[in-house]
T-cell receptor
């Protein structure tokens, strides 16, 4: 099946710093989503981004589908950004599930 | 707001008992729902695909007789963990698409199961 690799696995940032999280995938995909899982386990949809660039406040994401990677940018990080960030891809068309990467665990310290 | 509702959010049960988890689509019909499981500090792994009106499709290594899935209506899928054991303790999350194929997958808030 498709492989999804995220890097780095762990990241510690000082509040206010910027960061880039990367997601590589092994095959072409129909869909790519970025999620933030908070300490209570809730998965928050950040971006639905099979290709191109999107921005939402301090977060932005870029997917280069032809090169099989996506990047999540976090600017001016805050302690509330802490948690695990997951990249997940859908390989096939239709109503098929997402395959998740192992995540990047982010800790933002004051 | 949330488009997928999951209940209960947390449950503690004794070994040998069964636990039912409900997943509801809010304001939309979901012919397909997906159930994932997440162990501590690990990623989400697909357990099964729930199909309205037909049998669920289970991933390799997931026991269909232990994890019973019923998708009896277009807005409700249930996962029953039968004869639960401590190793079944995990975080279970359901998901569905509100606008069909090609749209984002939305997740419930998850159910944290602890089997004592």
């Amino acid at each position: 099946g498709i492989q999804v690799e995220q890097s780095p696995p762990d990241l510690i940032l000082q509040e206010g710093a910027n960061s880039t999280l990367r997601c590589n995938f092994s095959d072409s995909v129909n869909n790519l989503q970025w999620f933030h899982q908070n300490p209570w386990g809730q998965l928050i949809n950040l971006f639905y981004i099979p290709s191109g660039t999107k921005q939402n406040g301090r977060l932005s994401a870029t997917t280069v589908a032809t090169e099989r990677y996506s990047l999540l940018y976090i600017s001016s990080s805050q302690t509330t950004d802490s948690g695990v960030y997951f990249c997940a891809v859908q390989k096939n068309s239709g109503n098929t599930p997402l395959v998740f990467g192992k995540g990047t665990r982010l800790s933002v310290i004051a | 707001g949330a488009v997928v509702s999951q209940h209960p959010s947390r449950v503690i049960c004794k070994s040998g008992t069964s636990v039912k988890i409900e997943c509801r689509s809010l304001d939309f019909q979901a012919t397909t729902m997906f159930w994932y499981r997440q162990f501590p500090k690990q990623s989400l792994m697909l357990m099964a695909t729930s199909n309205e009106g037909s049998k669920a499709t289970y991933e390799q290594g997931v026991e269909k007789d232990k994890f019973l899935i019923n998708h009896a209506s277009l807005t409700l899928s249930t996962l029953t963990v039968t004869s639960a054991h401590p190793e079944d303790s995990s975080f279970y999350i359901c998901s569905a698409r509100s606008r069909g194929a090609g749209s984002p997958l939305h997740f419930g808030n998850g159910t944290r199961l602890t089997v004592t």
